[in-house]
T-cell receptor, first 114, second 114 residues
Framework: DAGVIQSPRHEVTEMGQEVTLRCKPI?????LFWYRQTMMRGLELLIY????????DSGMPEDRFSAKMPNASFSTLKIQPSEPRDSAVYFC????????????FGPGTRLLVL | KNQVEQSPQSLIILEGKNCTLQ??????????LRWYKQDTGRGPVSLTI?????NTKSNGRYTATLDADTKQSSLHITASQLSDSASYIC?????????????FGKGTKLSVKP
């Protein structure tokens, strides 16, 4: 298996622009997670899905952030409009089942908003 | 407040030496504790996961311990190798919580020098 796939790996954009991050989870996994990582705050969970349905989006910082999972093999995280403080590494992870199941992380998307 | 504190923030050791990383948590109610290894520029990879009834769990040269009474965990690395250079993240899960109820530490950055 190729693991969790994320694209793009790097994104540089200007403040106010729309940014879309993409994720393909491991085939067969029923949970998908979006995380953000910064030096100051470490890893933070933004939102997660179970069977394509958003379960908990309490970590989404504000209305500028939105996430969708139209099918079991694809998810997007969108930031509109982007701001410099959104600069971070965004990770997607997936797992088979909840609870103690291991989450498998993608390589991340490094976002820089100028 | 649910928190996970890791120490030290960073550590430099010589190849072949052992080291121990610490994780103290105030999360309650506790469900499980995970250690992740994150190489520079990559996503975290799970090393171990322990419930309150497990005191020790090993994964090759990595041994994690858990003292649920004192709410402390440690990750011991034996005979360190250059490839052990990474950040190590401690994550605690809330009992009865959803997959999203994970409290992350900010990590310990380990550098192994030849």
């Amino acid at each position: 298996d190729a693991g969790v796939i994320q694209s793009p790996r790097h994104e540089v954009t200007e403040m106010g622009q729309e940014v879309t991050l993409r994720c393909k989870p491991i085939s067969g996994h029923d949970y998908l997670f979006w995380y953000r990582q910064t030096m100051m705050r470490g890893l933070e969970l933004l939102i997660y899905f179970n069977n394509n349905v958003p379960i908990d989006d309490s970590g989404m910082p504000e209305d500028r952030f939105s996430a969708k999972m139209p099918n079991a093999s694809f998810s997007t995280l969108k930031i509109q409009p982007s701001e410099p403080r959104d600069s971070a590494v965004y990770f997607c992870a997936s797992s088979l089942g909840g609870g103690r199941e291991t989450q498998y992380f993608g390589p991340g998307t490094r976002l820089l908003v100028l | 407040k649910n928190q996970v504190e890791q120490s030290p923030q960073s550590l430099i050791i010589l190849e072949g030496k052992n080291c121990t990383l610490q994780c103290n948590y105030t999360v309650s109610p506790f469900s499980n504790l995970r250690w992740y290894k994150q190489d520079t520029g990559r996503g975290p990879v799970s090393l171990t996961i322990m419930t309150f009834s497990e005191n020790t769990k090993s994964n090759g040269r990595y041994t994690a311990t858990l003292d649920a009474d004192t709410k402390q965990s440690s990750l011991h690395i034996t005979a360190s190798q250059l490839s052990d250079s990474a950040s190590y993240i401690c994550v605690v899960s809330l009992y009865g919580g959803s997959q999203g109820n994970l409290i992350f530490g900010k990590g310990t950055k380990l550098s192994v020098k030849p």
